[in-house]
């Protein structure tokens, strides 16, 4: 079957599209005919040699998919050939099929059509499992999101304000400022113009934030520490900004507050099932009732994944970038 395979590690000229032995399913895994693929940050690092796939996983890229089951192991039930789907992988996304643990895979929300459905699972199971499993967002409390115009970032704002609660954002552009607030956003700024911390202190008369979900790590962590509202949960999923910075332990005791590192991809498939349970459980209704949607930047066929990893590289997009197949 054709995949992307990564020919060393690299820029984009080292993806290449190649020829790889179909997947068999293990006996609690079922075979899906993708039709679409999403691309993540995650896969930018996997392709430079700095994120290597956990023990097990498929050598390939490729987080999330969409798509058709073509084979069902003997053990898996609830699931059968020909059943839309859409899935949450350790890797191997970006191929013509993919073999996946059963419960890593959802059912397409009602109202998404399949490519769409590509754009959900790792964005929603990042979501659901730091903001609400991990720090626990409450209605009326204030949550701050980095990277609003992001895919986790789009996700992040609309399950928020679908859950009472009051939405900050970063942004890098106007543009961006502009489609978070209409994604209910309460205030979206652009820290290319503005000291955000302040922003968001007067934002909240100096109370904080009680949630923050950061992707940039130690270029925020100070200025994270000072918007924390008392009994603050400051959640970081990634470090775009490094990885070491000084922590003020004054300041962080003073709030009470709490910090949580996170990853998805490493997780069990038992924890990974779990959270999967609560997406559907909690987050496809909201999908259905369309106070939540995925929000889509732009399509790639699999030949064009070098510009589809260009894309996002440059921060050019709001929302996600998809692989179709």
Known sequence: MRAVVCEGAGGVEVLKIGEIADPTPAVDEVVIDVVAAGVNRADLLQRQGHYPPPPGAPGTLGLEVSGTISAVGAEVEGWSVGDECCALLAGGGYAEKVAVP???VMPVPDGVDLISAA??????????????MTAHLKEGETLLVHGGASGIGTMAIQLGVAHGARVLCTVGS???MEFCTRLGADVAINYKEAEWASVVNEATNKA???VILDIIGAK???????TLAYDGRLVVIGLQGGN????DLGRLMSRRGSITGTGLRVRSVEEKGRIIAEVVGHVWPLVAAKKVRPIVHRTFPLEAVAQAHESLEQSAQTGKVLLTL
């Open 102 to 104: 059963a419960p890593q």
């Open 119 to 132: 754009a959900l699972p790792e964005v929603v199971a990042t979501v659901w499992s730091n903001v609400f």
């Open 174 to 176: 106007t543009d961006k």
């Open 208 to 210: 904080g934030a009680d």
């Open 220 to 226: 925020y962590l100070q200025d994270n520490v000072k």
């Open 244 to 247: 070491k910075a000084e922590l």
